[in-house]
């Protein structure tokens, strides 16, 4: 009787023991080192707007791609055409419906990419983003390099001599462009030269990115003042003319949705409208999959419709998607359409 207690108290202590080293095993999520205090919400960046219809009538086909990813950053599968919606911000004007939804897959770009981080450090950002998100969002970024990217860093506001500075060349040095952002944090001030910073960086990634796949990322808030004089148009020439797309980041609610959108669409990159850290989470732990053609995207096409009058070249349509994903969430997405 003795031997067989023995026995059963062995095999319970074995597995008890068992137990434990189980669950010490388990993988758990490990958060980010330079962040450690923020999760990931849903987000999602709007790209590739084009308006496919014909001008002349009181209606126009436009196409609109979307990434939208989960809180953990996957891409959200199995989204059905009644979870996207737009509510015209004129509806007296504007009507809108969605007549088709199919899921795409970019371009694969060979080998890595070359982009450059462009910080905005006017004294508007101080309002906008007050917690400075956008250094995390960079360290974000920095955290998910692969292994054939590179990165450069710069910054502008107009308190600097020449508007924009260059702080690190392109790069895989991501200790160094931490510690460079850290040093950016609440040292704010002056008017925002965005459009000249963009040109002047533009021919910087132009010239010096080590590979043919190559951005120029920019967090703002999209509020360019007349500093230097350079256009918004001048700025997205330049872009298009070096085959250098721009990828917009417009951090809370007080962003210029639209100018940040229209650089975005117009050039070839994306807007990511992260109205907390949260989402700057998800948007930059996977934007790599952006820059190197790797994502799915929402291919969205749409009717727009006026209440009065004609569409014609030259028009405006510059709105936001909303996208409801299965936990509850609804994630905006800006976009900005210039009918040809």
């Not at 067989?4 to 189980?22: A, C, D, E, K, Y």
């Not at 309002?127 to 998100?133: G, N, Q, V």
């Not at 508007?163 to 160094?176: A, E």
């Not at 085959?243 to 210029?256: F, K």
Request: charged share 20%; with cysteine.
């Amino acid at each position: 009787m003795k031997k067989l207690t023995l026995f059963r108290f062995t095999l319970l202590l074995f597995i008890g023991l068992f137990l434990v080293v189980s669950s010490c095993r388990r993988e758990v999520e490990v958060p980010l080192p330079s962040v450690p205090k923020i999760d990931g919400k849903p987000s999602a960046a709007s790209l590739g707007g084009v308006a496919t219809g014909q001008v002349g009538t009181d209606k126009i086909e436009f196409r609109v791609d979307l990434y939208v990813v989960d809180r953990s950053g996957r891409y959200v599968q199995g989204l059905k055409p009644a979870d996207f919606t737009i509510t015209a911000t004129s509806p007296s004007s504007y009507t809108y419906a969605l007549t088709k939804l199919e899921v795409v897959g970019q371009t694969a770009k060979a080998g890595g990419y070359s982009a450059l981080l462009l910080m905005d450090q006017s004294g508007s950002i101080i309002t906008t983003d007050p917690r400075d998100l956008r250094i995390d969002a960079g360290k974000i970024f920095l955290d998910y390099l692969g292994a054939n990217d590179q990165v450069a860093l710069a910054s502008f506001t107009d308190s600097y001599t020449n508007s924009v500075i260059l702080h690190q060349g392109f790069s895989r040095n991501k200790d160094v462009m931490k510690k460079t952002l850290d040093s950016l944090s609440k040292t704010e001030g002056g008017g925002t030269p965005l459009y000249y910073s963009s040109v002047q960086m533009t021919d910087y990634t132009a010239q010096n990115a080590k590979t043919n796949n190559k951005a120029i990322i920019i967090f703002t808030d999209g509020q360019n003042d007349t500093y230097r004089a350079t256009s918004l148009n001048e700025a997205i020439a330049s872009a298009k003319a070096k085959n250098t797309p721009l990828y917009t980041v417009g951090l809370s609610n007080g962003v210029n949705v639209q100018v940040l959108s229209q650089l975005a669409n117009e050039t070839g990159g994306a807007f990511f409208y992260a109205k907390n850290a949260e989402q700057l989470v998800t948007s930059f732990g996977t934007l790599g999959n952006l820059l190197r053609g790797a994502a799915q995207l929402y291919r969205s096409t749409w009717v727009a419709t006026r209440r009065t009058g004609k569409w014609a070249s030259g028009n405006i349509i510059a709105e936001t998607i909303k996208v409801a994903i299965p936990n509850g969430d609804i994630i905006e997405a800006p976009f900005y359409i210039r009918i040809p």
